[in-house]
T-cell receptor, first 114, second 115 residues
Framework: EADIYQTPRYLVIGTGKKITLECSQT?????MYWYQQDPGMELHLIHY???????EKGDLSSESTVSRIRTEHFPLTLESARPSHTSQYLC?????????????FGEGSRLTVL | GDSVTQMEGPVTLSEEAFLTINCTYT??????LFWYVQYPGEGLQLLLK?????DKGSNKGFEATYRKETTSFHLEKGSVQVSDSAVYFC??????????????FGKGTKLSVIP
């Protein structure tokens, strides 16, 4: 069983609100990722991190920001949510020196912006 | 760049039917290949993997063989159950960069199994 946790699982908020999606892992993994999953199920990498104080933008441009102050924690923040941000957000982690590149995923945070 | 193409869904099968979900890939290095599964309302879970050519990954009755000559990694199961209803993602991880891997996912195939 992978030990990676996301909160909240479900969030419904109004336009303009600031939100933070939390992601924590207890596996000591250096690399962490945020994916956005659209209604058609396709996954888009929006942020990743190689380790503490490292953050990189992914393939899909996103208005969200991330931080990595502790190895185990990789929160995602939207300063002013809009309906276009409505989506499922999936956090994942992997070992930096992995020989296979396998990712471990959290259960996801489903965000609805009204 | 790397890419993964998997058969489009949705796929609807009757219980005990044979399942094949096609997956082909393009990669510049020596990728590892994966099938992930996403059950309704959950995140992705690794279903099976293969790290080199001719390897066969298997789990929960599912199998996939890494075919370098056809650049394919098709997912198969001999007899599906209602509980197999989920979205299945084919993915590759290129080992070309030391310590630096990026997973490339296919678009996902939704499987519905009806009793």
């Amino acid at each position: 069983e992978a030990d990676i946790y996301q909160t909240p699982r479900y969030l419904v908020i109004g336009t303009g609100k600031k939100i933070t999606l939390e992601c924590s892992q207890t596996m000591g993994h250096d690399k962490m990722y945020w994916y956005q999953q659209d209604p058609g199920m396709e996954l888009h990498l929006i942020h990743y991190s190689y380790g503490v104080n490292s953050t990189e933008k992914g393939d899909l441009s996103s208005e969200s920001t991330v931080s990595r102050i502790r190895t185990e924690h990789f929160p995602l923040t939207l300063e002013s949510a809009r309906p276009s941000h409505t989506s499922q957000y999936l956090c994942a982690s992997s070992e930096f020196g992995t020989t296979t590149g396998e990712l471990f995923f959290g259960e996801g945070s489903r965000l609805t912006v009204l | 760049g790397d890419s993964v193409t998997q058969m489009e869904g949705p796929v609807t099968l009757s219980e005990e039917a044979f399942l094949t979900i096609n997956c082909t890939y393009t990669a510049t290095g020596y990728p590892s290949l994966f099938w992930y599964v996403q059950y309704p309302g959950e995140g992705l879970q690794l279903l099976l993997k293969a790290t080199k050519a001719d390897d066969k990954g298997s789990n929960k009755g599912f199998e996939a063989t890494y075919r370098k000559e056809t650049t394919s990694f098709h997912l198969e199961k001999g007899s599906v159950q209602v509980s197999d209803s989920a979205v299945y993602f084919c993915a590759l991880s290129d080992r070309s960069g030391a310590g630096s891997y990026q997973l490339t996912f296919g678009k996902g195939t939704k499987l519905s199994v009806i009793p």
